[in-house]
């Protein structure tokens, strides 16, 4: 079975700070897919980021970047210059596989909630 | 195209009573899962459609849920006698092929509250 854990529930910054936010997860398949999704209030998953399983490198986007490490089983989000817009829930989810019935099936961490204030 | 739509957005219901929500895909997306998101908690997978055929169910999609994508586009889920713990956000989330990743669209959900 698959588990992401985020051990952050909640994260307040201010306008500025530097954040990250943190993302552990569990699996047995050698092919998997990493991803971050943002819940603003209106309650749509926004995706951020995919990530497959061979592929370590960090990425940067923006403010935005990502860093993979597997020998951590760790996927960690960091906002650079944090603005108040980023204020959201922020969830980290896992896919398995690469074909096959469960392939698209997402597992998700519980989210952390991030307050920039101005 | 304006993505995955779900309707109705909010439904109150009282226990007891069955409610149906629908599901509107990407029109060339043939996979459509649906999730549920309590409060606090990410979503979590319930079941998942490949065009018509209904591929796999969670184990948290009891006797009580249904859901069904005739010809291949939109989808229903149906949840009869509804109960308290079923107050949630009941999400959408379509794709092209299996590939979780660009094409992976999820609807703005339809949340329910059941008093």
């Known amino acids: 079975a698959q588990k992401v854990t985020q051990a952050q529930t909640e994260i307040s910054v201010v306008e500025k700070e530097d954040v990250t936010l943190d993302c552990v997860y569990e699996?047995?398949?050698?092919?998997?897919?990493l991803f971050w999704y943002k819940q603003p209030p209106s309650g749509e998953l926004v995706f951020l980021i995919r990530?497959?399983?061979?592929?370590?490198q960090n990425e940067i986007s923006g403010r935005y970047s990502w860093n993979f490490q597997k020998s951590t089983s760790s996927f960690n989000f960091t906002i650079t210059a944090s603005q108040v817009v980023d204020s959201a829930v922020y969830f980290c989810?896992?896919?398995?596989?690469?074909?096959?019935?469960?392939?698209?099936?997402?597992?998700f961490g519980q989210g952390t909630i991030l307050t920039v204030h101005p | 195209d304006t993505g995955v739509s779900q309707d109705p957005r909010h439904k109150i219901t009282k226990r007891g009573q069955n409610v149906t929500f629908r599901c509107d895909p990407i029109?060339?997306?043939?996979?459509l899962y649906w999730y549920r998101q309590t409060l606090g908690q990410g979503p979590e997978f319930l079941t998942y459609?490949?065009?018509?055929?209904?591929?796999?169910k969670s184990r948290l999609l009891s006797d009580r849920f249904s859901a069904e994508r005739p010809k291949g586009s939109f989808s229903t889920l149906e949840i009869q006698r509804t109960e308290q713990g079923d107050s949630a956000m009941y999400l959408c989330?379509?794709?092209?092929?299996?590939?979780?990743?660009?094409?992976?669209?999820f609807g703005s959900g339809t949340r329910l509250t059941v008093v």
């Open positions: 989330a379509s794709s092209l092929g299996g590939d979780p990743g660009y094409g992976y669209t």
């Open positions: 699996t047995r398949d050698t092919t998997y897919y």
């Open positions: 990530r497959n399983s061979f592929d370590e």
């Open positions: 989810a896992l896919s398995i596989g690469a074909g096959g019935t469960s392939y698209g099936k997402l597992t």
């Open positions: 029109s060339e997306h043939n996979r």
């Open positions: 459609f490949q065009n018509e055929a209904q591929l796999e």
